[in-house]
């Protein structure tokens, strides 16, 4: 569970029960506003093998205008890398989006920090964790990647990074962001309770040559500890590509996420002999096997192998992803899971 409390202090049973009741109710709220299906929301079915190529998946029901971005780029024969990179930028900077990018609701000082992470078809990644004042993580995810010999910039350094490469320093609070921030503060005396949502882009795609990339990006958990960094810029846990089997994207409790390294696994699943979804499924039930309580929390996983299948799975049945395919278009499916 998470560790709300500083180092200093000791750990004990009412803190770890309250902690428990915390998540439980927050992210138990997260479901039941997702529990209203969209008008064109499908069942995915499992068994049913769905090989396209070229094809782009993305979590929750922002990624269908993120897929549409991507999916020009595949049109015009375009590199799955770049196709992942322009998609989620359209998340980032969409402001009604209050968990990606610009608006996200921020930590509870008052601060807006973004992860982002992005991996390509020869196993070449970068990412960037509490980054501040820039617009598109995702990119400057991709500068690191291209651009330095590191995995990972942090904090200032990333930012002083991102700046140094052409990136502009912003205010990247809206009108909402700061409402939100002002009624949290009023209503939850600057304890971390009562979190409005979670909703990651992770979004992997296909090109025409058949290679596979990914990218993740997120403002992290509303009104978290000022420091704390999610599972999306971690490589293995939030994302993970290997082009000879496919990727997998993760979305929910980062937490959980990162103590299981779901992506990773879910590949080396695939390598396996499992099917996107027999796969997804299998990193779900292991983490709520090893994580106590992670059945009461949403665990979010979408993934496509090498033959263009593709699945995803959750700890319940609230799970939204878009797919856009050149037989079947942009279409928002309900993912299958655990609990109702």
């Known amino acids: 569970m998470f560790n709300f409390k500083s180092n200093l202090e000791s750990e004990n049973k009412n803190n770890t029960m309250k902690r428990k009741t915390f998540l439980i109710r927050s992210f138990s709220t997260l479901a039941g506003m997702l529990a209203v299906p969209a008008p064109n929301l499908l069942a995915h079915n499992p068994s049913q093998g769905q090989k396209n190529k070229p094809l782009v998946i993305s979590t929750w029901p922002h990624g269908m205008e993120a897929n549409i971005a991507a999916w020009e780029v595949l049109m015009q024969n375009g590199r799955a890398l770049d196709a992942v ?12 989006v209050t968990s990606v ?20 078809e020869h196993g070449n990644c970068g990412a960037v964790a509490f980054l501040q004042h820039i617009k598109n993580p995702i990119s400057v995810a991709r500068e690191v990647m291209e651009k330095t010999p590191h995995v990972m910039l942090a904090g200032e350094g990333a930012l002083q990074f991102a700046l140094a490469n052409g990136f502009k320093k912003e205010d990247l609070h809206t009108d909402l962001s700061r409402q939100h921030w002002e009624e949290w503060k009023k209503s939850h005396e600057y304890e971390p309770i009562g979190l409005n949502n979670h909703d990651t882009i992770s979004m992997l795609a296909i090109d025409s040559k058949g290679d596979i990339s990914g990218a993740c990006t997120t403002g992290g958990l509303a009104f978290k500890y000022h420091g704390r960094v999610g599972d999306s810029p971690i490589i293995g846990a939030g994302l993970y590509v290997d082009n000879e089997i496919g990727g997998a994207g993760g979305t929910g409790v980062g937490e959980v996420v990162m103590k299981t390294l779901g992506s990773f696994l879910i590949v080396e699943l695939m390598r396996n002999g499992l099917s996107p979804y027999e796969a997804c499924r299998e990193a779900v039930m292991r983490a709520m096997k090893k994580i106590p309580g992670a059945e009461d929390l949403p665990i979010y996983y979408i993934a496509v192998n090498k033959q ?33």
Do not use: Q, W
């Open 85 to 96: 990179e322009k998609g989620v930028r359209v998340t980032e900077l969409d402001p009604d």
């Open 101 to 120: 990018g610009v608006g996200s609701n921020p930590d509870r000082d008052g601060n807006i920090t973004l992860d982002a992470s992005i991996m390509d």
């Open 308 to 340: 263009g299948e593709f699945g995803a799975y959750g700890t319940n049945r609230k799970f939204e992803y878009a797919v856009y395919t050149e037989n079947k278009g942009n279409t928002l499916y309900r993912s299958d899971g655990v609990l109702h």
